[in-house]
């Protein structure tokens, strides 16, 4: 069997309370299905990767800033991420356009210290001998 992470990937990040559904914006199906195929550069917040649910990373402002109005306790906050770099690292051997796809494997970094994980990949390929 093959994994190949596309539009539908569910996605969970460290700091969120919910999964969210990978959005691949590269024109560039896959090889069995209509389904646009994820690379490393399908990072942008709230186009690649939406929200999710509630932040609870103390590192987020809103997150702090209401933690702090609560007199410490924890108070999460809507989930907005906040990445700013590629995926990484990639597949090391399958490119889209000459961009590494992603794999299973590959993570993404918020700004507010969540690690974004790829749960499952939006489609697996049975492979027929």
Do not use: R, Y
Not at 81 to 102: C, E, H, R, Y
Not at 118 to 124: C, L
């Amino acid at each position: 069997m093959s994994c190949q992470v596309c539009t539908g990937a569910m996605l969970m990040c460290t700091f969120g309370i919910a999964p969210a559904t990978l959005i691949a914006t590269t024109a560039i199906t896959t090889s069995t299905t209509d389904v646009p195929a994820a690379t490393i550069m399908d990072f942008a917040p709230m186009v690649n990767i939406p929200t999710f649910g509630m932040c609870i990373s103390p590192a987020n402002p809103e997150v702090a800033a209401a933690t702090a109005a609560a007199m410490g306790v924890l108070t999460p906050m809507p989930c907005i991420p906040a990445t700013a770099a590629p995926w990484t690292p990639g597949s090391p051997t399958v490119t889209k356009a000459g961009v590494p796809a992603l794999d299973m494997t590959s993570m993404c970094m918020c700004m507010w210290g969540g690690m974004i994980s790829i749960t499952d990949p939006g489609q697996v390929t049975q492979m027929v001998p």
